[in-house]
């Protein structure tokens, strides 16, 4: 079992269940030491004083607050764990929202909680059913780590999570990187539409959503170990540059479809609109013969009804 990162309650109104949390996520990355290259030496930080220029022990220290570069103010955990807010020792529910109003840049990492105890176990099922049946989610504010936080809470698999959020004030405005403005056509939209479809799954599990860049780590740390060559890198793809918009997302459609599984159900996707080339007959000088103009007004039907 992951260990408890912090104990309290959530707090409901006059209903209170108290809690432990825990971390809902692991860390699978391979991680890397410092090492002195001449002799495999390990490098480590140390903790020094700067007025005694030696270095102290982890019980020598404490958190303080630099008022100027001669005073400092010392903040003991005592003083953190006794905050005059109603924050400190409770996750305290102020608002319940629909899931889809949260902007995701707001949210952040996510904790499972676990009722604490059997007394908790009767009020922390009501909020479970409660948020399920209602199709909302819970906004509340809780105080970890040295500042009050805002949080979400929801359901998942009959366990109450905890994700934080950032302050609306922590989110940056993405107005000063707008691209130019530009006219989007209504067959680019169905060709993009297509492709979305062509690539939609059902949940994100498989081989295709697992983490490549650890196997690769580890690979080399094998292959190192046992004085093997490396693993040859394999070359990236160019990105072409776009010049015919509907070409490529014909392209990216085609080439989707063939890499999916053979035994997957085949998507349900938009008709893709033919490529904007193929309109090019009407393009023909006036002094064409009149069958050619015949020919331009059925291909132009064509795309109308596929868009």
């Not at 996520?25 to 002799?39: K, M, N």
């Not at 989610?137 to 905890?162: C, T």
């Not at 860049?213 to 793809?237: D, G, N, S, V």
Request: hydrophobic share 35%; glycine share 4%; charged share 30%.
């Amino acid at each position: 079992m992951p260990r408890t990162i912090w104990s309290g309650a959530i707090s409901f109104g006059l209903v209170t269940v108290p809690i432990n949390v825990q971390s809902a996520t692991e860390d699978h990355s391979i991680h890397f030491h410092q090492y002195h290259l001449a002799d495999q030496g390990r490098i480590r930080y140390r903790k020094v004083c700067e007025l005694e220029d030696r270095e102290v022990s982890q019980d020598e220290i404490g958190k303080g607050y630099e008022l100027t570069k001669t005073q400092v103010v010392p903040i003991t955990d005592e003083d953190l764990s006794n905050l005059p807010l109603p924050t400190a020792k409770a996750i305290e529910i102020d608002a319940f929202v629909p899931l889809e109003s949260v902007d995701p840049l707001k949210i952040a990492e996510g904790y499972y909680l676990q009722p604490a105890g059997q007394v908790a176990a009767k009020p922390y099922k009501l909020l479970v059913e409660a948020l399920g049946r209602s199709a909302k989610v819970a906004v509340a504010k809780y105080a970890w780590s040295g500042r009050e936080r805002l949080g979400l809470l929801r359901v998942k698999d009959d366990v109450l999570v905890l994700h934080a959020m950032r302050w609306p004030d922590e989110i940056r405005d993405p107005a000063e990187l707008l691209p130019p403005p530009v006219e989007v056509s209504d067959d680019e939209i169905e060709g993009a539409l297509a492709l979305m479809d062509t690539m939609t799954v059902d949940t994100l599990e498989g081989p295709d959503f697992h983490d490549r860049y650890t196997e690769a780590i580890a690979e080399i740390i094998e292959a190192k170990r046992e004085e093997k060559p490396l693993p040859e890198a394999p070359e990236p793809e160019q990105p072409a540059q776009v010049l015919d918009l509907m070409a490529a997302l014909q392209e990216s459609v085609t080439k989707a479809r063939a890499s999916r599984d053979e035994h997957t159900e085949p998507a349900e996707v938009h008709e893709l609109p033919p490529p904007k080339k193929k309109a090019a007959t009407r393009k023909q000088p006036a002094k064409k013969a009149p069958a050619k103009k015949t020919t331009a007004k059925k291909a132009s039907g064509r795309r109308s009804r596929s868009a």
